[in-house]
């Protein structure tokens, strides 16, 4: 069994990825091709997002919506305490000062509760993270930016086409990112990602630094990075975009099914009445996850586990001295797995996987 299964889906739309893959080699225009442009304005048509940039990767998009917003050494950012390493480390990689914040005990993402008291004289803005594929509280996080004046970025990277009252993912705030990765709900067949605003004056700012700051060739307004999206990967995901709604529904029957199958032996997720997820993880908490790991990987189950260590904590951080109270990323960097997830898994996979867990427990 795999943990995302690539290879089925690649037999699935082996066709058309073939030949869209094709033509960029028989076009030979590897860098910018048309292909880039078609999915720019695919992914706005689907999320709704006036402008999306097509970029390197998911840590990419970090970075160059941070740059676009012009994030200064010394500015203090405010982060998830439970998250993917890049959501904070472009903001190091910036010079600018990642400030922890813990998250919710139910979705585990930022608690919107908790941000009031990490702000400070030189807070400039937010990144929420969309965990596991249910987005943060937008309304409230964005309410409290305002009253700050604050930005928000939306770490999409594994929400995207996820909803949140009626509105897509990467359309909830002021600038959202997100990453093609190959296991992420979206995947390329290598690195790619996005950054999505409805500021026409934002787009136009991240659009030239994506391309070395050059706003005619050899002419550089900011500094820049090199961070597109090469064509072939604009290939795969266009594609692959056409069937993502239908794979989200199948998602969804995955999600349900293992739901229904394990909610009285282990913690399962939790998704708010008002979220639509993508499942970008399904992922458990329990008491026994040595125990559940051991048993599933016996029988050739992968499992993982998102994440084991608060990035506070993380080596890379202790620079910015003692981590304090993070009470609810520590419990789950304890208790969290995540199982296999992906749009073909069949119902007798699924059972086989709870039923290993059953034995575990
Ligand atoms: C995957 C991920 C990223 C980074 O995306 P890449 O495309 O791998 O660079 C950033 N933030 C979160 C929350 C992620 O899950």
Redesign the pocket.
């Given at each position: 069994m795999e943990f995302v299964d690539l290879k089925k889906q690649y037999l699935e739309y082996k066709v058309e990825i073939d030949t869209e893959i094709k033509s960029v080699l028989d076009n030979c225009q590897f860098i910018n091709g048309p292909a880039v442009k078609e999915l720019e304005t695919d992914l706005s048509a689907f999320c709704g997002a006036e402008h999306s940039i097509a970029c390197s990767?998911?840590?990419?998009a970090?970075t160059l919506a941070m740059m676009a917003l012009d994030v200064k050494p010394g500015d203090e950012i405010i982060v998830p305490a439970f998250?993917?390493i890049?959501?904070a480390s472009m903001v190091s990689f910036l010079g600018a000062v990642p400030v922890f914040c813990d998250v919710d005990p139910v979705t585990f993402n930022i608690d919107p509760k908790l941000i009031k008291d990490k702000i400070t004289s030189k807070t400039r803005g937010i990144i929420a993270?969309s965990?596991y594929g249910q987005t943060a509280d937008f309304d409230i996080i964005n309410s409290v930016a305002e009253e700050n004046n604050l930005w928000v970025i939306e770490?999409a990277?594994?929400s995207f086409g996820a909803e949140y009252k009626g509105k897509k993912s990467c359309n909830l705030t002021k600038i959202s990112t997100t990453?093609?990765?190959p296991a992420?709900p979206l995947g390329c067949y290598g690195?790619?990602?996005a950054v999505f605003t409805n500021d026409d004056e934002l787009n136009e700012r991240i659009r030239i630094v994506v391309n070395h700051g050059q706003e005619k060739r050899y002419f550089h307004k900011y500094i820049g990075v090199n961070g597109r999206m090469d064509t072939l990967q604009a290939a795969v995901v266009k594609v692959k975009l056409k069937y993502f709604s239908d794979e989200i529904k199948k998602r969804n029957s995955v999600a349900e099914k293992y739901t229904e199958l394990l909610e009285s032996f282990v913690k399962t997720p939790v998704v708010l009445s008002e979220n639509k997820s993508v499942w970008a993880q399904y992922t458990i908490r329990t008491e026994k996850r040595d125990k559940i790991i051991d048993s599933l990987s016996a029988k050739g189950i992968p499992s993982a586990i998102h994440y084991p260590m608060p990035l506070p904590r993380q080596e890379a951080f202790s620079y910015l001295g003692q981590p304090v109270d993070f009470t609810v990323s520590d419990n789950l960097s304890i208790e969290v797995m995540s199982l296999p997830m992906h749009p073909f898994l069949e119902t007798n996979d699924i059972e086989t996987v709870c039923s290993a867990i059953k034995v575990a427990l």
């Open positions: 990767s998911g840590t990419d970090l998250t993917f890049a959501t993270v965990l770490d990277a594994q990453s093609f990765f992420k690195d790619g990602g």
